[in-house]
């Protein structure tokens, strides 16, 4: 009815001054089956009339039932009877995420990790040489490859741009596709420009191998250390 307390107050205020009846009506007082049903109930042709109260927010299948009782109260010949209560229902079952992840302890090939939705990013990755390095966030797993691709002269100038199966550059020269659009958001590796593109893991980890392939690097050969939070 109202935007904000003062207008509240305001018609609080107006009510008073004119000592109307200020009330939420019921809305279907005007329909054809509820005025027949007043008409009913004033001329005693229902019987005794019984009042249930309920509330709507139990169970569905609680609500349903006090509402045949109801209806079996009003309509009904005789007392009413509770119907049979029906089954509960079975609990929904939440949909597979994926695979769990392993142990914290344990480093798992990234030709093979596949996290499961809304899990955090592993804490480190290990490539080829030994080299590690730190993930903090999802594209991490993004950065740290370009830059040891780099270190190990595996990835240059000459070998970008490096793009996905559908031709959206991962990897580049400058932060700029062919069409002339820039990177949504560009990250600064080295002499060369990483898309950072979507946030998820399934995706980053999939972007992340599809680099290495590109160069030459088998992604069974680098590792990820999965969190144990």
């Known amino acids: 009815m109202v935007r904000s307390s003062e207008q509240a107050n305001d018609l609080i205020d107006l009510v008073e001054k004119q000592g109307n009846v200020f009330a939420v009506t019921y809305n279907y007082t005007g329909y054809p089956m509820v005025k027949q049903a007043r008409h009913m109930v004033r001329e005693g042709k229902l019987g005794d009339m019984k009042v249930v109260e309920f509330g709507l927010r139990g169970p569905e299948h609680e609500t349903v039932l006090k509402m045949l009782w109801l209806w079996r109260g009003n309509f009904a010949v005789g007392e009413p009877s509770l119907p049979t209560p029906l089954p509960p229902k079975e609990p929904r079952r939440k949909p597979d995420s994926g695979p769990p992840l392993p142990p914290a302890d344990e480093w798992v090939a990234l030709s093979d990790f596949d996290p499961p939705t809304k899990t955090p990013p592993p804490s480190q990755i290990r490539f080829p040489d030994g080299a590690t390095s730190p993930v903090s966030r999802w594209h991490d797993l993004k950065v740290a490859v370009v830059r040891w691709l780099q270190e190990a ?19 580049h020269t400058s932060p700029v596709h062919d069409d002339g659009g820039p990177f949504r958001v560009p990250i600064e590796v080295g002499a060369l420009w990483l898309n950072k593109g979507a946030l998820t893991g399934d995706i980053n980890t999939r972007m992340a191998r ?17 969190r144990s939070d």
């Open 210 to 226: 599809r680099i290495l392939s590109e160069m030459g690097v088998d992604p069974a050969t680098v590792h990820v250390l999965p």
């Open 153 to 171: 002269d595996k990835l240059g100038p000459s070998d970008c741009p490096v793009c996905t199966a559908g031709g959206i550059h991962l990897v």
